[in-house]
């Protein structure tokens, strides 16, 4: 196994791994080394016989180079590192780039052209180069897998790629993004919009610039990958009509509380004839709905088949630890099927 | 492909599979004949060159036989028609018998011992057969499959199959009886017991005889089912701590409605040490809960592995169309794999 970029999700994955290295083994026979960690902040160490993962966690947190676990002189650049690193998988986790997805578009290509595995948490690449990696993908015997990127480890992806075959999506409605779910419950209890991004940030779950959560932009960036992966299309954020929850003030939520109903931040797209049309836009819902109870950091996914009736996935009390399960599920996916 | 029993659900797959027909074949390459199809009271129709499934689902449903269509003398008995019928699915869907899983189980090993896939959206054998069936499927390279049997054709088993990987099942909680629920829905604006039970009926959800959802035999075989396979473990219904919904009355629903609070009755099990504790019993919940909002015919689960935060999976509009899609996706999932 091989990693690029070794922050939050890179070591919850490594220490995921090191929690069920005897269970993979006696479950699916499977064990594994790590080769190569490849960090932007704190240099890179390849060893072919394996690395010591327990004192690279130990390392990168406490700030110290990898470069001492390195058996060999480690390349500076990371499509270096890729080339050099011998390994089955890559798990790609390279800082988020909404734009066009680099650098670890080119990265996950350069995996897959390897004959590794491309495995990645990162939106950008589904958003950008979908088809494509994932024809490579196909071209060369391997897998492009990203369960991590859309509500975190819960299996919507796989979901439909394994679990749903035969069916076909129609459309799909959900509240995506925790940041403004948490400030839409905060503004409930009478806390001021500015009060409630700074309770969010203080919880690590905004970022320090909010706007791309209040915004919309994470929503509609969430519902471009779902909308080209689920619906064999291809959605880019920007095609998605797109309103943020600026407009709601605290007594617009209260005042909705009062009548029975909450205001969410509503994700959806449907098919139009030929084409999906996407959209993000706060909502009033009503207690009899799912949406209703969805709270705090909780996503919830409807979908709309032509086979089954109305599908809805939730998962609660996502983290760094469920985005390295949704990395772990990938692997273990990607190695059951090549 | 090869039928026991043509009932609703029987002939509700027949349906699904001529609309998807093309779809199948543009998307995965696949083709189907019915080869055979056996019912009680309908008399029973091999072809080796395959049946014309349209004129057999329309003679069941005008009540004629179906021993017209067939190419060669029909037996009177299911696992002669097993043994004659060339095939590489069975889709068994006899009558649920909730004592020992007859003749369901019988069938089912039959059709494996006979080289098929066994598919079927019959309790009893999940219940009574699962680790012996599974075993058997194992031994002959051919799958058990019975994804329909628990909340229909919602992807619940395969998801622990396929999409969740690496991940433990430490407990479930949800709401998995359509007729209580509707019942308890009835109650609450008002309706007695008894016209609850008696809509319940007159809309084809409850049967003639309701105790079994009334008294949660039939929410407590599902717990078995779940628990059995998805816990890897053998749990029996009569093993689960089962309480009915006789003692709820329509003022304890409005009184509960009244403090913003709604009765379920709601299944579960956990693991304790080495074993599984199941449990059916009424519940009060609040609005915060996602068991609010579930009405009518919908269920839910909740699912807590040692890897993802709670995971919960609702279902609506559950019905023969849905079941067969649990069929139609086994059979897809099963010749994928095989």
Redesign the interface.
């Known amino acids: 196994l091989s990693f690029v970029g070794f922050g939050n999700v890179g070591r919850a994955l490594g220490r ?1 791994l090191l929690r ?1 290295r005897l ?2 083994q006696e ?2 026979g499977l064990d594994f080394m790590v080769t190569g960690i490849y960090t932007a902040r704190h240099g890179a160490a390849i060893d072919p016989a394996g690395l010591d993962l327990e004192a690279a966690i130990a390392r990168a947190e406490a700030d110290d180079s990898l470069e001492v676990l390195s058996a060999q002189p480690a390349p500076a650049a990371a499509l270096d590192f890729i080339a050099q690193c011998p390994a089955d998988v890559l798990f790609e986790n390279s800082p988020v780039n909404y734009t066009d997805g680099e650098p670890a578009v080119t990265h996950l290509r350069a995996a897959l052209n390897a004959g590794m595995h491309a495995v990645t948490a990162n939106k950008g690449p589904v958003v950008h180069a979908y088809h494509s990696l994932s024809a490579l993908a196909r071209q060369v015997g391997r897998r492009f897998y990203f369960e991590s990127t859309v509500m975190d ?3 919507i992806f ?2 439909f ?8 999506l129609l459309s799909f409605k959900g509240v995506l993004n925790s940041t403004t779910n948490l400030i839409l419950s905060r503004m409930e209890s009478g806390e001021s919009f500015e009060r409630a991004v700074a309770y969010a940030q203080e919880m690590g779950i905004a970022e320090t610039d909010p706007s791309g959560d209040i915004d919309g932009w994470d929503a509609a960036i969430k519902v471009a990958a779902l909308a080209t992966v689920l619906m064999d299309t291809s959605v880019k954020p920007q095609d998605i009509r797109r309103e943020g929850i600026r407009a709601i003030t605290p007594e617009m939520t209260r005042a909705a509380l009062a009548e029975g109903q909450r205001y969410k931040l509503i994700c959806s797209a449907r098919r139009e004839g030929e084409t999906v049309v996407g959209e993000v836009a706060p909502e009033r819902v009503a ?4 949406f ?2 969805v ?1 705090g950091t909780t996503s919830l996914m409807q979908f709309e088949t032509d ?13 760094p ?2 985005t390295a ?1 949704g990395l ?2 990938d692997w ?2 990607a190695s ?1 099927q090549a």
Do not use: F, M, Q, V
């Open positions: 995921l069920k269970w993979l479950r699916y480890g819960a299996p796989s979901l790629r394994g679990a749903l075959p035969g069916a076909r207690a009899a709905s799912p209703y109870s709270s086979t089954l009736g109305r599908l809805t996935i939730i998962e609660e009390d996502p983290g630890h469920t399960y772990l599920a273990l996916n059951a």
